[in-house]
């Protein structure tokens, strides 16, 4: 059988992100300092979703020949996948109409946290939408395309193992690049894990299932050394969204990074309260380069609200201090534009990330993914249900105390206010600009193993 996946990447969506919902890039509200900014954001070409890269091994591995379009009309085949991301659904929806209409006995499938959202959306088509983990195709694909529904529920994958390596020879993979966690390329996605088992209700992470599966470090390193001799991988981003939960399964795969004839680059997405001196130290020594952990707000109160457990500020401020003190980037989530946000909360943001100076920091303004909690919440509240603007960089909501030109005004602000100051520089000019570290006065070495001596230390 021929297969055929769909992609786009107009709207400048990014669609491994946000549990797969997507994510734009940012524009600011004009003028050369968010110019400026924007084109920190468009040096990066990142790869194409990892459940597509899946896709392309499971299906090779079920005996089909695929092949990958993007942006266009795709050749005659058999069967088409798409896995939209809201910004990209009006995009997505268009083209299934128009091969619909030019071959009107088409086979199509639409993968994806969107599609598991709201199948809905796609109601009008004559598609087979796929709620649950794209990759169960593996084993329900033709269970799937011989059901009467529409909407087939097919769950997710419950030993991770068991699937295919990534295909990536589909992609244009040698220009994947993620420069803000990395100097080496191209760049890999890889899991050791997935889901998450905190209940931050505007979190689309969750909308599955509220626990956490887990891989054999043993097979995640495999992958990473397939990854590496078969496209050439330097790097590799680990889509994990609550890396560490399980320490004893991240040390061993240490060991197994530690062990292979050749180094990467790796970055991890984490909590700071999951994250041991220790072990930073550890991933320090095998390869990690970046963390990105969410820090939100200050706000306590905003912070339970929308159920999702504090970190002290002393905390915070140490984990970044640590890391860069380990040469080590932190790239912190910040959010702006809850419901009741007035200037001056947003400010307090602003004010909260220069003073714990992260490496990066990304202000997202809050946005209602369909299929959370929150968006159920606040479904009164949202003046615009234009899908393509749901890029974490628009105002979509109706606000108590702001507009939404205020709120879009103030997260420029914040952006602008971040980056453009002398601190910022002194601060991380030797994680932006690696080469400048050997010119600090204490190498990076020397602190992992003074973090090292000390854990010993206090075991004994």
Known sequence: ??????????????KDYAGGMGTGLYRGRGGLLDWLIGQGYRRDRRPVALNFAYLGG????????????????PPASDLYVFNPALLSLGIEHKMMQELLRARPDARIIVTGPVAYAMPEAFSDLQVKVVRGEAEMLFWKLDEVLADPEQVVSVGSVKDLDRLPHPDWSLFDYRRFRIKYDFWKFPTALVQLSR?????????PYIMVENHTRFRDPECVVEEIRHGVERYGFRSFKFRDPLFGL?????????????SLPFKIQFSIESRIDLMRRETIAALREVGL???????ETPSEETLRRYKRAPIKDDRQREFVHLCRELGIRTVAGFMVGFPEDTEQSILDVLAYARGVNPTYANFNIVTPYPG???FNQVKGQIEDFDFSHYSVYEPILKYEHLTRDQVADLHAKCMRGFYFRSRYFSDNA???????????KTGTSTVVAETVNDSARRAA
């Open 430 to 440: 030797h994680l932006l600009w690696p080469a400048l570290q050997r010119f600090r």
């Open 246 to 258: 399980d320490r004893k399964r991240v040390l061993s795969m240490v060991e197994k990074i530690g």
């Open 289 to 295: 380069t970046s963390i990105t952990v969410g820090i």
């Open 58 to 73: 499971v299906f090779h591995q079920l005996g089909h020949q695929v092949q990958y379009v993007c942006d266009r009309l």
């Open 1 to 14: 059988m021929r297969v055929t996946l769909w992609d786009t990447r107009r709207n400048a969506v990014q």
């Open 372 to 374: 959370t909690e929150f």
């Open 195 to 203: 889901g998450c088992t905190f209940t931050c209700n505007y979190c």
